[in-house]
């Protein structure tokens, strides 16, 4: 499905409703929260605009499926969209979640350190073994870069020897513990690339969560889709990841926003040693390859999707198939990674397989009707507790006309295009005194 060789699965028959666990939910997140753990297949797409609780609703899925003691990967484009659910999930409640967060703990914000995996090694019972084994492979290496007695010929080989047992021991000692702390973790936070890692390699979960899918190029994103049986996709409306290069990529997004900016080692770095070679071989070798997959396409979406970027490539081509044979296409490759997952999926199965937040809690009713006609097709709406809100409402704000209109434009222009024409006039006075002035001397 995610390649497009797939329909999206039929939705399984609706079980019992669900028993909410935080009762502070609006519709649209109730509905959310039905939809994916009742009614989505294998891949669920949550958009959430600016203000709708993304959040909250994505924090109230992962504590249903804990409940149905499913096993949980969440991922992240960055440490701080991982910390930010972290924060969440770690908060008092009345059933404790198992976490467990990979990565270094210096990536980590200092809060949420006991969470890491470091941290939580240390506090195993096999721990202060590890620490006798550390100890004493630092002992000999003292003795036998010179502290104390100088050994040599047999005796320096045989320590040498015996240091390498203790590292051998120490590794395997080292990866029961880390076994034992995941084992336990009902719950895996770490980045998309930091799924990589190899103490995640054989480990499988039944969930995937990745949030903020907007800011994450669609490479990362399958390192942990590689490892869960459902697919869970969340984002904000965005633009897609902007990436630089001088040789593979070409410059993507907008002025409005401004999305994470990839650089590789051919775009702005002068000095040759460092200046990586062009694979172009590689990259002719690779749509060759590609070209020669044919795909049987996903049936037509009933309505088209929602795209951020009009600029979007369109879907892989129909290419004519002999007589009683289904259509094929041809799986072509993006020469850019502008696209996200999240848009290429609307694009190949539309909003079949999306759920998208309409309550948004941050904006004036005046203020959001802008892009709620534009972007979101005047689906989104503002909460009761903010829609009437305005600058003067707020406390210790003094009373003034202009803060009591939800808009207000202030024409900046047409005063600094007066600043700049009378800057213009003096210089011309100044210059033109100079000029009489030296005419003067001249004549004297």
Known sequence: MLLGLASPSPPPPVA?????IDERLNPSQREAVHWVLREAGEVALIWGPPGTGKTQTLVEIIRQLVAQDQR???????????????????????????LTRLGHPARVLSSLVAHTLDSQSLRTDS???LIGIKREIEGIQESLNGGGKRLRGKE????????????????????????????????????????????????TFDVVIIDEAAQAVEPSC??????????????????PAMLRSS????????????????????????????????????????????AEVHISPAPPASSSPAIDDPSTPPSP???????????????????????????RLLELHGPTIRKMLKMQYRFNDT??????????????????????????????????????EPVVFIDSELRLLREIRELTKMQRRERGCTSVRRASRATR
């Open 367 to 404: 203020i959001q009707e802008f892009p709620s006609q534009r972007l979101y097709d005047s689906e989104l709406v503002a909460d009761e507790s903010v829609r009437e809100r305005k600058l003067s409402d707020l406390e210790g704000v003094e009373e003034d006309e202009e803060l009591d």
């Open 72 to 98: 949980i990967l969440i991922c992240g484009g960055s440490n701080l969209s991982v910390d930010n659910l972290l924060l969440r999930l770690s908060l008092p409640a009345p059933i404790p979640i198992p």
């Open 222 to 239: 399958w390192i942990p889709i590689l490892k869960g049986k459902k697919l869970i996709l969340v984002r904000r409306f965005s633009l």
């Open 16 to 20: 019992e409703p669900v028993v909410f």
């Open 156 to 203: 320096r080989r045989d320590k040498w020897g015996e240091v390498k047992e203790l590292r051998k021991e120490y590794r395997k000692r080292e990866g029961s513990v880390v076994k034992e702390v995941l084992g336990r973790a009902q719950v895996v936070l770490a980045t998309c690339h930091g799924a990589g890692s190899r103490i995640l390699e054989r480990d």
């Open 317 to 343: 081509v129909d290419t004519p198939s002999p007589p009683g044979l289904a259509p094929t296409s041809s799986l072509r490759p993006s020469p850019t990674l502008e696209l996200t997952l999240f848009s």
């Open 247 to 290: 040789q593979l990529f070409r410059q993507a997004g907008d002025h409005l926003q401004l999305p994470p900016t990839i650089k590789s080692l051919n775009g702005d770095r002068k000095d040759k040693k460092f200046r990586a070679k062009p694979a172009a071989s590689g990259v002719t070798a690779l749509k060759s390859k590609l």
């Open 127 to 129: 721990s202060e073994i």
